[in-house]
C-alpha cells in the first residue's frame, strides 16, 4: 500500500491565506498536476518559487509554509503514482457548499489545462483517443458557469465529474509517464451527460 496523505484543502487554503493571498490553491494544483503529466518534474525551489509567484508574494511568510508547499509537491507525485488509485484532487470538501465545491473542481481544471497548453505531446495529438476525449471534456468543465441547487442529485453529479476529473489526470500522468507505475482503469464514457 502507498503511503499517500496530501495536506488537505483547508490546511492549504489556511497557508494562502497567511501569505496574503485570496486566490484558490485548486488551480495551483491543477497546474503542478497538469506539469506533472507532461513530464515536468520540478524541484522544491522552482516549485516554491512557483508557489509564491501564484500568491503574489515576494516570499513565504515561514518555514511551515514551505513544509507544507513540499508535501503537496511530494504527496501530489506519490498520488498520481499510486497503483491503488488514490490520487485526490486538492479541492474544497464537503465542509463547503456544492457551489464553492463546484468553483474549485472549475479552477482545478483551469490550472490542469493551462500547463498542458504549452507542452508538445499534447499540441502535436500523440495522445491516445480516449484522453484527447476526456482533455476536451476537462475543457467543457472548466468551461461550466451556472450555480448548482444544493441537492442530492446535484451532489451526486458533482462526484461523478469529480471522479471524472481525477480519473483522468491519473491516467494522463501514467500515458504520458510510461516509467513510472501503471494505473490500470478506463476513463471512457463521458461525465457530462
Partial sequence: MTDYQQPSFAIISDLFLRNGCLHSPAELHGDLCGQLCAGRHPDLDAWLLQSAQFMEVDALDGPDSKVELAEVLEQTEIGLQDPELGFDLLIADEDYSLNERMQTLLEWCEGFLSALADNQQFKDGSLSDELKEAIQDLEQIADI??????????????????????????????ECNPTQPQVDTDVSGSALQ
Fill in 145 to 174: 458557469g451556472e450555480a448548482l441547487e444544493d441537492d442530492e442529485q446535484n451532489e451526486q453529479d458533482f462526484f461523478a465529474v469529480s471522479e471524472y476529473v481525477r480519473m483522468t489526470a491519473m491516467m494522463l500522468y501514467t
